[in-house]
T-cell receptor, first 116, second 111 residues
Framework: DAGVIQSPRHEVTEMGQEVTLRCKPI?????LFWYRQTMMRGLELLIYFNNNVPIDDSGMPEDRFSAKMPNASFSTLKIQPSEPRDSAVYFC??????????????FGPGTRLTVT | DAKTTQPNSMESNEEEPVHLPCNHSTISGTDYIHWYRQLPSQGPEYVIH???SNVNNRMASLAIAEDRKSSTLILHRATLRDAAVYYC????????????FGQGTRLTINP
């Protein structure tokens, strides 16, 4: 199994540009999570999906952020327009709900975003 | 979400056991205790979880207090590769499946 795949691994863009981060979850997993990590705020959950449907987007900072999951094997996190304060490492994670309700999340390697 | 409290940092020596504490005095009866760790420049990875009884796996052991208000992650023989930030997280057994990460404990292993 290749694990959770994220692309790009690094992204440098100028303020005002649109940024799209991509994630391929582990095959068969039914939950997908997007996190953001900064030194100041630590690791924060932005949004998560169950069976491709957004369940909780309360962590999305503002309307500039949007996430989609068009199918079970692909998700995007888009920032438009980007701002310097969006600079962070963005992680995608996936998991499989089990009857024990005690599943684990598998994280991707992250995308390091720098907005200048 | 119930809150956990961990020391900001700990230090240990290679090949010695490490005990990482976590306090969770407001834990509910249906909360699982999860531990994740984040190695430098990597995403977090699952370590272990438990509900009431102590748990062992190939990575670590989890000792849960009888009143469940605290727990300890035990690395039996630390290696340099165990240097990471360790997060103790409470997760609801039913309902929301999200994890809420705190600041964790930064573990340094001395050679």
């Amino acid at each position: 199994d290749a694990g959770v795949i994220q692309s790009p691994r690094h992204e440098v863009t100028e303020m005002g540009q649109e940024v799209t981060l991509r994630c391929k979850p582990i095959s068969g997993h039914d939950y997908l999570f997007w996190y953001r990590q900064t030194m100041m705020r630590g690791l924060e959950l932005l949004i998560y999906f169950n069976n491709n449907v957004p369940i909780d987007d309360s962590g999305m900072p503002e309307d500039r952020f949007s996430a989609k999951m068009p199918n079970a094997s692909f998700s995007t996190l888009k920032i438009q327009p980007s701002e310097p304060r969006d600079s962070a490492v963005y992680f995608c994670a996936s998991s499989l709900a089990r009857l024990t309700a005690s599943y684990e999340q598998y994280f991707g390697p992250g995308t390091r975003l720098t907005v200048t | 979400d119930a809150k956990t409290t961990q020391p900001n940092s700990m230090e240990s020596n290679e090949e010695e056991p490490v005990h990482l504490p976590c306090n969770h005095s407001t834990i509910s009866g249906t909360d699982y205790i999860h531990w994740y760790r984040q190695l430098p420049s990597q995403g977090p990875e699952y370590v272990i979880h438990g509900l009431t009884s102590n748990v062992n796996n190939r990575m670590a052991s989890l000792a849960i207090a009888e009143d469940r208000k605290s727990s300890t992650l035990i690395l039996h023989r630390a290696t340099l590769r165990d240097a990471a930030v360790y997060y103790c997280i409470l997760r609801q057994r039913w309902g929301a499946q999200k994890l809420v990460f705190g600041q964790g404990t930064r573990l340094t292993i001395n050679p």
